[in-house]
């Protein structure tokens, strides 16, 4: 629902059906709908079934959240390859700017402010890794 993947009005799957599709027992299937719209995230239409509830919008942390663990990985890749964080920075910021193509002159590709993949590391090195 955060995440966009469900919108507001979108129909919910039945407790039978979700229990099937999650392998779950229908009683855990039907606590799980039942606090999804306790919690305001679902809503029970007479005659329709259960639809996703119109939620106020996603906090910017909310957002956020959702690619933790790419940047946990991003960041673990980066120590592993003995990049510091400036650098990671710089290179974010110009992928950003040439990505969105922002008012601002995009940063030049310099060592400083570009990170090479990598896979890209493999490929010029032959697939060693020897930093």
Not at 48 to 61: E, F, M
Request: charged share 25%.
């Amino acid at each position: 629902m955060v995440s966009g993947q469900l919108r507001p009005g979108d129909p919910f799957p039945s407790v039978r059906s979700l229990s099937k599709e999650l392998k779950i027992n229908p009683n855990t299937a039907h606590k799980i709908v039942a606090y999804l719209v306790n919690e305001g995230l679902l809503e029970t239409r007479p005659g329709i079934g259960t639809v996703v509830a119109v939620l106020p919008d996603s906090s910017r942390k909310e957002r956020t959240q959702l690619l933790g663990h790419e940047i946990e990985e991003l960041v673990v890749e980066a120590k592993r390859l003995g990049i510091e964080k400036d650098e990671m920075l710089s290179s974010i910021t110009a992928h950003w700017q040439r990505l969105s193509g922002a008012d601002a002159p995009a940063l030049s590709p310099t060592p400083a402010n570009t990170v090479e993949s990598s896979s890209s590391r493999k490929s010029k090195d032959g697939g060693r890794n020897d930093q």
